[in-house]
């Protein structure tokens, strides 16, 4: 069936879920995958919740309690031939009704090499929820609110690739990646994307001289369900010749040349641009590298920084690009269990911590999108606290129609263990946002959190969130107050 087709499309959260799980749990039956070795974890949670603003209103506040539950799951495998990697997670409440009943959230990879050294297949599958209106206030965890400002997002895809090295001369990549995201509301458009990448990269028998060619070719199709894509299908292509030398053991430099062909159905006319790189990559050490340079692609010039620094106790990283984008990819740009947190720690339920809305926000409709991002944390570990600092600015501007979007974020957050059991948490986080027309919102959310671990495999945790959103647009101020009470069984 072609990409794109409506009769792929399956309605209902539980539905979407299942044939989102579904490719990945097939590499579970490969030969490979059944002689890994495999790692499992299980957890419930159930809690009771109470808000004095439960659908988060700005007059005619309505107070409420009502119970939660949350299964999750977590699965690694990995043999000769084969890995999975699967972690799930799935909160509702008696509410019902709407996203604010159900939340699921997923992350599921696997890979296969079927032809050794050669052959390669990835499959992977997601689900989560995202700010519908993303300058609408919407809390932060749609099943513990009930102002319905959130959409569930399924998406499943496959990657099939060849991998071939060339003695040390070069090494020959090709692959193809085909997709589909699905709206399991009708709030945002589905969509198919289909990704084509060739490279010829340079061996081992180059020290110092680097060199490459590199190709890219995809295309967006979004199925127009929700009246926000107009149906268009978006296409973006891209050659390019990379080039290094190694001045030392601690700098390289860089530089590249190619050309892009961008073509917006919903847009007039294409764009057809030369582009160039020249940068360079420092590691004065094996905890620090520098990546920066400047560039010109997507029809303009911009800086680009990428900076990372290790040690035992600290971690800072900072990074500022300029990239050419998609809604749909920036709706699911961060993984929803944030195994790329500072320390690289698994996503962790014993905390009993209701699950949040994806941090990335963008806007509803369909399209292509210019983003320039900056981004910055620094996490501090001690023997029994961590102390993390992070913020973000992301301007957005639509290829279409040249509407502006920015968001903000910063959070200050800290983690204390009073005891072997006990563990006190709390952080501070700021949002802030301005929609194409101008009108400005500042939301600001306090939480404190305390979890204590009853015994082997229970842990009794209890939340209390302050927010308070101030917004130039109508009906959009609120103040809540939350308290969450959550008991946690390790199965």
């Not at 749990?25 to 490969?30: H, S, T």
């Not at 519908?132 to 569930?152: I, Q, V």
């Not at 010829?200 to 295309?219: A, I, M, Q």
């Not at 973000?392 to 957050?413: M, P």
């Amino acid at each position: 069936m072609a990409p794109g087709n409506k009769e792929l499309t399956v309605r209902g959260p539980a539905r979407g879920l299942l044939l989102a799980a579904g490719m990945t749990g097939a590499m579970l039956l490969g030969d490979g995958a059944q002689a890994a070795e495999w790692t499992r974890g299980a957890t419930l949670s159930v809690g009771e919740v109470y808000s004095d603003n439960v659908d988060l209103t700005s007059e005619n506040e309505k107070s409420d309690f009502y119970t939660t539950a949350m299964p999750t799951v977590s699965l690694s495998g990995k043999g000769a031939r084969a890995s999975v990697n699967v972690n799930a997670a799935m909160e509702m409440n008696d509410r019902g009704g709407g996203t604010g009943h159900f939340n699921p959230l997923l992350n599921a990879t696997g890979q296969t090499e079927l032809i050794e050294d050669f052959f390669y297949t990835d499959v992977f599958a997601r689900a989560s929820q995202a700010t519908t209106d993303p300058f609408r206030g919407s809390g932060r965890g749609s099943s513990l609110s009930a102002n319905e400002n959130a959409s569930t997002t399924y998406e499943y895809g496959v990657s099939p690739s060849i991998r071939k090295r060339l003695g040390g001369f070069a090494t020959f990549n090709a692959s193809t990646q085909w997709d589909e995201q699905i709206s399991a509301n009708d709030d945002f458009d589905d969509s198919t994307e289909q990704t084509f990448n060739a490279s010829l990269l340079s061996g081992t028998d180059f020290t110092r001289l680097s060199w490459g060619v590199t190709g890219e070719y995809t295309t967006t199709d979004y199925a127009n369900n929700a009246g926000s894509g107009d149906g268009q299908n978006d296409e973006y292509a891209e050659v390019r010749v990379p080039l290094g030398y190694r001045i030392n053991r601690k700098l390289q430099l860089t530089a590249a040349a190619g050309h892009e062909w961008r073509d917006y159905d919903a847009a007039t006319g294409n764009d057809d641009d030369n582009t160039w790189d020249a940068g360079f990559v420092w590691t004065p050490s094996a905890r620090t590298t520098l990546n920066a340079g400047y560039e010109s692609q997507y029809g303009d010039e911009s800086p680009r920084v990428d900076l990372t620094h290790r040690s035992k106790r600290t971690t800072f990283k900072a990074s500022y690009e300029r990239d050419l984008t998609t809604s749909r990819a920036l709706r699911t740009r961060s993984d929803p269990f944030g195994t790329d947190n500072p320390f690289g720690l698994p996503f962790d339920p014993t905390t009993g911590q209701p699950l949040p809305l994806s941090p990335d926000r963008t806007f509803l409709e369909a399209g292509s999108i210019i983003d320039e991002r900056f981004e910055s944390s620094i996490a501090v570990q001690g023997k029994r606290t961590t102390l993390t600092l992070s913020g973000s600015h992301s301007q957005q501007k639509r290829e279409d129609n040249a509407d502006e979007g920015i968001f903000d974020d910063a959070t200050v957050s800290l983690s204390r263990a009073l005891s072997g059991k006990t563990t006190l948490t709390g952080s501070v986080t700021w949002e802030g946002d301005e929609d194409p027309d101008g009108l400005t919102s500042d939301s600001m959310y306090y939480d404190l959190g305390i979890t204590r671990k009853l015994g082997v495999k229970t842990n009794l945790s209890f939340w209390y969130t302050y927010s308070d959103r101030k917004s130039d647009r109508p009906d959009d101020d609120y103040t809540e107050n939350r308290a969450f009470l959550n008991l946690t069984f390790e199965l």
